[in-house]
C-alpha cells in the first residue's frame, strides 16, 4: 500500500506540473516515497492548522511545491483536488511557491536556504515555548519540527548559518530530510559542488543518518531513531529525481519542466495506473491518508485537556502570549532630552518586553551597539535575548519563524549597512505579513570613522521599495516611542533606522501625527520652501528654518519618520503638511530618490560616505545649518 500512496503522490505531482504546463515535477516525484512514511509520524490536525502543538513541516525546496498541495489535500487540509487542477495559475490557492494564504503551509518558501533557517526558528520558538509553558508531568509544548530540503538548499550560504546555530543549542526537536538526488537545473551537482555534506554536519553538532530515500523499512527506521535525540538530526534520503518517469529519471531535464504527456502516460501503466487517467485518488489510498484527520482531532482534544490542567499562572501566561495587550506597556517620556535614538530604543524595547512576554529577539553580535539587550531578561533559551552570532541572514529567518509560531513578537538587530545581508528574509517577511521587527542602528554617515563602508548611503531607499514594509526613521527620543506605538499595531514587518549620534528633542508638532508618516513640525503664515526630512535631519532642519525666518524666507518643516505610511495617505492630508504652492525639498543623508514623489528637490547624497568624525563628515557633505541655509537661499533667488 506504501507504494501506491507514493505513486498516487508522484501522478498527482506531474499531472499538476503538465496542467499548468510549468513547474518542477522532479523532486516530488523522487521524494514520495519519503513523504508517504513522514505521513505516519506526523502529528498534526487537519481540520486546525493552527493548533499550537503541531508538528511544524516546512518544505524548503519551495520549488516543489506539488508535493506541499498533494499532501495538503490528502492529508484532509481545506484545498481541494479543483485547487490542485489550477496549479501556478493567477488567484488559486496553489501558487507556484508555497505562500501562507494556504492553510497548512507553515511558512513561505521559495528561495533556496530559507525554508532551512526557518526550521530552525520553529525548532528554536517550540524550545522557548516548551520553556516557558511546560509543568511538571504536563508538557503542553513537545512537538517535533520537520524540514524537506534539497541540494540547493544546503549550497546556500544562510543554510550554513542556521544549521551551526541550531547544533551550538543541540535543537534536538529538529529533523532535516536531505533530498540528495545530486541533481540541480544545470546538471549533476559535482560540477559545482564536492563537500561532504556529512562531515560538514557532524562538524555542527548534529547526528547524521544516510538512507535509500527509496526504501520504506529504512525511511521508517530513520524517522523512528529520530524521536529520542539529544542533538538535531539530519536525514541524507539519496534519491532519483523523477523516480518512475522513465527515461527522465535521474536526469536533470525533469527538474523544472513538464515531463509530458507520453512520459506520464507510460510511467502510470508502469506502475500499474490508468494511463488515461488524471488527478487520481484511489479510495482506500484516500482513506488511508484522511486517517489523519481523526489522529489529528484526537491528539487535539487530549492536548486540550492538558492546557486546562495549567496551572492558573500557566494558563495566564499562555494568554498572554496569545493575546498580547499593548495598552499594557509603560512608553517612557524624553521630553527635553538629547539622546541618540538607538538609545532611546533600548529603552523603549526593555518596556515592551516587561509588558508583553513573548517580546523576544537579538542582534547579530552587536547587542551593545544596537543597545538591544533585554535587561534582567536572561539568555535563550531559558532567557529572551538570542545571540545568533555575526549571522544576519539566518537571524531573519529564524525570525520570521518565530513571528509565525502563534507566540511571539521577534525583533532582529544589526547596523543599518548590514540590513543588506538580511534583506531577503526581510522580504518574505513583508511578504506574509508577519510582525516582525527590524532594529537598524548606524543610520548613515554619522557612523563617522568607520568609513564608507559601513555607512548606509542607499538602503533607505531600498526598505522604503519594498511593498508591505514600514521603515520608521525617527527624529528624536518621543518620535521613536510614536513610531513603536504604530508599528506594535500593524500587520507587517518594521524595521527601525536609528541614530548612533544624540538628536536634539523636537517641540510637539502643529498638524498631523505619525501614525500618517509624516506632520507639520513648524509653519509660517508666509512659507515659501517646506523642507521635509527624518532622523538626525530634521534637526538641521529646524536650525535651518529658525534662521531663514530671521532673514524673512518663510520656510516649514515637516518630520516624515515613515515614508511608507505617508505614501497612503489621502492627498488632502498630504497637502496640508506638504503644502503645494511651497517649493517642497526634502532633506536626507541618503540616496533619498523616492522623495521626488512629494518633493520638487532632493537635497540628499550623491556618493559614499567618507572617514572621519561625524560632524565632519556631514559639513563636508553639506548637512550643516550653514551649507543648508546657502542652499535655499541661493534656491529663493
Known amino acids: 500500500m506504501l507504494k501506491k500512496q507514493a505513486d498516487t503522490i508522484r501522478f498527482l505531482c506531474a499531472d499538476m506540473v503538465q496542467k499548468a504546463n510549468s513547474g518542477h515535477p522532479g523532486a516530488p516525484m523522487g521524494l514520495a516515497d519519503v513523504m508517504v512514511v513522514l505521513m505516519k509520524f506526523l502529528n498534526h490536525n487537519p481540520k486546525n492548522p493552527n ?67 526557518n526550521a530552525v526558528g520553529f525548532a528554536m520558538a517550540a524550545k522557548y515555548a516548551a520553556n516557558l509553558l511546560n509543568e511538571p508531568n504536563n508538557e503542553v509544548i513537545n512537538h517535533k519540527i520537520y524540514c524537506l530540503c534539497g541540494d540547493g538548499d544546503l ?54 543518518a544516510r538512507i535509500d530515500g527509496h526504501d520504506y523499512d529504512q525511511i521508517e527506521f530513520a524517522l523512528e531513531q529520530a524521536k529520542e535525540r539529544e542533538k538535531p538530526y539530519l536525514i541524507i534520503a539519496n534519491t532519483r529525481i523523477a523516480k518512475g518517469a522513465g527515461e527522465l529519471e535521474g536526469s536533470h531535464h525533469s527538474h523544472g519542466a513538464p515531463l509530458g504527456e507520453e512520459i506520464i502516460r507510460a510511467a502510470k501503466e508502469a506502475a500499474g495506473f490508468d494511463p488515461g487517467l488524471k488527478f487520481t485518488i484511489d479510495e482506500d489510498v484516500l482513506l488511508r491518508f484522511r486517517a489523519a484527520i481523526e489522529k489529528g482531532d484526537l491528539a487535539e482534544a487530549l492536548w486540550n485537556k492538558q492546557v486546562e490542567n495549567l496551572s492558573n499562572e500557566g494558563k495566564k501566561l499562555l494568554n498572554s502570549l496569545l493575546n498580547p495587550e499593548i495598552s499594557k506597556i509603560n512608553f517612557p517620556d524624553f521630553a527635553g532630552k538629547k539622546v541618540a535614538t538607538r538609545d532611546s530604543n533600548g ?26 539587550e533585554l535587561k534582567g531578561m536572561g539568555d535563550f533559551p531559558n532567557g529572551r535575548n538570542i545571540h545568533f552570532g555575526i549571522r544576519e541572514h539566518a537571524m531573519a529567518a529564524i525570525n520570521n519563524s518565530f513571528a509565525r509560531y502563534g507566540l511571539f513578537l521577534p525583533f532582529s538587530a544589526t547596523f543599518f549597512i548590514f540590513s543588506d545581508y538580511l534583506k531577503p528574509s526581510a522580504r518574505i517577511a513583508a511578504l506574509m505579513g508577519v510582525k516582525h521587527f527590524f532594529i537598524l542602528t548606524h543610520d548613515s554617515i554619522g557612523v563617522g570613522e568607520d568609513g564608507p563602508t559601513h555607512q548606509p548611503i542607499e538602503q533607505l531607499s531600498t526598505l522604503r521599495a519594498m511593498p508591505n514594509f514600514y521603515t520608521f526613521r525617527p527624529a528624536d527620543g518621543n518620535e521613536n516611542v510614536e513610531c513603536w506605538k504604530v508599528a506594535l499595531n500593524l500587520n507587517a514587518p518594521s524595521a527601525f533606522v536609528l541614530s548612533r549620534q544624540g538628536l536634539e528633542p523636537l517641540n510637539s508638532g502643529e498638524f498631523g501625527s505619525v501614525e500618517k508618516g509624516a506632520y507639520l513640525l513648524k509653519s509660517t503664515s508666509d512659507a515659501k520652501i517646506t523642507l521635509v526630512a527624518s532622523g538626525s535631519e530634521v534637526s538641521l532642519c529646524v536650525k535651518t528654518a529658525d534662521t531663514l525666518n530671521a532673514l524673512g524666507i518663510g520656510v516649514n518643516v ?56 561625524a560632524d565632519d563628515l556631514f559639513d563636508y557633505f553639506g548637512f550643516s545649518p550653514e551649507k543648508l541655509v546657502k542652499f535655499i537661499k541661493d534656491l529663493v533667488k
Open 155 to 208: 549550497q546556500e550560504g544562510i543554510s550554513y548559518e542556521a544549521c551551526a546555530i541550531a547544533g551550538n543549542l543541540s535543537l534536538n526537536n529538529l529533523v532535516l530530510i536531505y533530498d540528495s538526488n545530486n541533481i540541480t537545473i544545470e546538471g549533476d551537482t559535482s560540477i559545482a559542488w564536492s563537500e561532504d555534506v556529512k562531515v560538514r554536519f557532524e562538524a555542527q553538532g548534529w547526528d547524521v
Open 51 to 117: 493548533w499550537l502543538n503541531r508538528d511544524r513541516l516546512v518544505f524548503s525546496g519551495g520549488h516543489a511545491s506539488s508535493l506541499v498541495y498533494s499532501f495538503l489535500h490528502l492529508s484532509g487540509y481545506d484545498l481541494s483536488l479543483d485547487e490542485l487542477k489550477k496549479f501556478r495559475q493567477l488567484g488559486s490557492l496553489t501558487p507556484g511557491h508555497p505562500e501562507i494564504h494556504t492553510k497548512g503551509v507553515e511558512v513561505a518558501t521559495g528561495p533556496l536556504g530559507q525554508g532551512v533557517a
Open 558 to 613: 515637516v518630520s516624515a519618520p515613515c515614508f511608507d505610511l505617508l505614501c497612503e495617505q489621502p492627498k488632502d492630508y498630504v497637502d496640508k503638511i506638504l503644502d503645494p504652492a511651497t517649493n517642497i525639498v526634502a532633506v536626507e543623508a541618503a540616496s533619498a530618490l523616492e522623495w521626488y514623489k512629494f518633493a520638487d528637490i532632493v537635497y540628499g547624497m550623491k556618493s559614499f560616505g567618507e572617514s572621519g568624525k
Open 347 to 372: 529603552v523603549i524595547i526593555n518596556e515592551i518586553a516587561k509588558a508583553l512576554p513573548g517580546f523576544i529577539g537579538g542582534s547579530a553580535d552587536l547587542a551593545p551597539s544596537n543597545k538591544t
